[in-house]
């Protein structure tokens, strides 16, 4: 188990508000928070059903959408992790997904940011977590469009307070 939102090593154990959930690719081998986990192979996957992603409207409404896979029920998300100290001793265990430009079928919908997960394919997955980071960058590419659906889901997504699998269901 590990918290989300990436604390690096050098936050010696204390969270901010910047925690990152998501780490983007072009910053995974330079920036300060993600270099040291990234170069000292501390990759790790993420099963997921699904992600989300929304849709800015003409009037400016946030659509949400539940984007899955076609032919698997279960996927894997690459990620990287850290270990961070605090003071008193405890150890905090923190993970961050890596994000990439979206796919043609994801950057439709969400047409602000145009990011997604990177998705491993299974073939994969030893690959991401044993390379040397040489290597492993070369698995970061975006999951092809065709092999994607999506649907728009209910806005009580937007909410913390609503976590049931009504949130998966498609709505007109």
Known sequence: MMRWGLIPATAEGQASDGDAASADIEHIEHHQDYRGPWTNNQRCILPAAGFYAWQLTPEKFRRPFFIRLVARSVFGIAAVWDRSERDDGDIIESCALITLTANALVAGIDN?????????????????????????????????????????????????????????????
């Open 112 to 172: 602000v940011v145009r990011r997604m997960p990177v998705i491993l394919r299974r073939r994969d997955y030893t690959t991401w977590l044993t390379a040397t980071p040489e290597q492993a960058r070369g698995l970061l590419v975006p999951y092809p469009a065709e092999r994607i659906e999506a649907h728009a889901v209910s806005p009580r997504i937007n909410s913390r307070k609503h976590n049931d699998a009504t949130l998966l269901r498609p709505v007109s």
